[in-house]
């Protein structure tokens, strides 16, 4: 095994014990990067300064200076702002553009001793569920390199499943963190809506944005969180609320949990190899003694279309600053999908249809809430597939609209504020296949609980 092939936990413990430095293992997913640069994980890599401070930290780890990530090679979604890092959303419209500070959510990283080492492809404004959507290029599979990596933090995805980093920032809006996660067998968690930061990140959609990450696995994930997650005076969304002890979940097991399986969510489109692999899983969590409930979630057949009105409606606003006076380069250059949502926004917006459109997907939203709080009071989780497919192939689906059917299992966490966990549960057809959690708002813990035991079977 090559160390860049470790989690954050054992290179962890490795550099504890001076069995390797910090500097080869940034070294080994830099020779990673550029052996798969075919895949087109990354927008910018920062070989020289991952480096340097991967130098100063085996330094300062001889000192005695100890710290969760001190030393560890991660990598960013290209739509969290760094300072002095060029950021572009993957957009040319930001092709220059370099931040004056940087995410709160890097800057918490990088107080706990992480080392960025890039900058990851993506959906240009995290539109899209495929990778394919960006402006330097569609991002590929590492497991099929013909397949899409799932989006819109595509690069993050591949970044952490073909080992270029231990572990990766991501966006999640509608999916974006958890569908990518299940096409590449890595872990992928979207936190409770305002339990992490959306300071300093591109804003998409607004009330749906959740901040997460990408790690080799559940352990890592929760290391993670309880960094990244806490009160941060510049996101006005956030609540003052505790943050648990992630870590503390992870040994418990499942015995007594009660789990939910929404009949919604196991119906036609559903491809039938990924419903009998998740059954299989959840078959096994009950022999270890959870409690299976088959529940329902009444409003899930809207959740698609109430996404697609409310989200482009926040789209169109986040995106008005973008004139060209203020950052980057001018509105032509805009890619179509930008352009699409931009006008479906103002279209559901405008006066004579908002409350046609508008109004009524944010009455929808709140039913679609209410299914899960209800749900919530007779189960302690919920399993779902992550996607109703294994991912396809590059260029296939042309059409908009069958490209965000693939949302279906997911947006309805963003639309609820509900934090998702997806876990890789093996291959099929030698293409992975995940397998999502979803729990109460700030339930987080459980979730690790939960996909710990998941991961063991
Ligand atoms: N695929 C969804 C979309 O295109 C979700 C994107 C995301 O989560 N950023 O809107």
Redesign the pocket.
Known sequence: MNINQLTIKQARDGLRKRKFSSFEIVQSCLAEIKKRKKLNAFITVCEKEALEKARKADKEIKDGTDLPLFGIPISVKDIYLTKNIRTTAASKVLDDYIPQYSATVIEKLEENGAIIIGKTNC?AW????SGENSDYGPTRNPWGEEYVPG??SSGSAVSVSSSMCLASTG???????R?PASFCNVVGLKPTYGRVSRYGIVA?ASSLDSIGHFTKDVEDSALILSITAGKDLNDATMPNKRVDDYEGYLEKGVKGVRIGIPKEYFLEGLDKRVKEKVEQKVKKLEELGAKIEIISLPHTEYATAC?YII?PAEVSSNLARYDGVRYGNNRTYFGDEAKRRTMLGVYVLSSGYYEAYYKKAMQVRTLIKRDFDGAFKKVDVIITPVSPTLPWKIGEKADPLS??L??IY??TA?LAGIPGLSVPIGFIDSLPVGMQILGPQFSEGKLFQTGKQIENL
Do not use: K, R
């Not at 995290?126 to 569920?129: C, E, K, L």
């Not at 966006?171 to 963190?177: C, H, M, P």
């Open positions: 959906d995290a539109h899209g569920s989006g819109s966006t999640d809006t509608g999916g974006s963190i569908l998409m996404y989200q490209m965000y693939s949302d997911t947006v963003n």
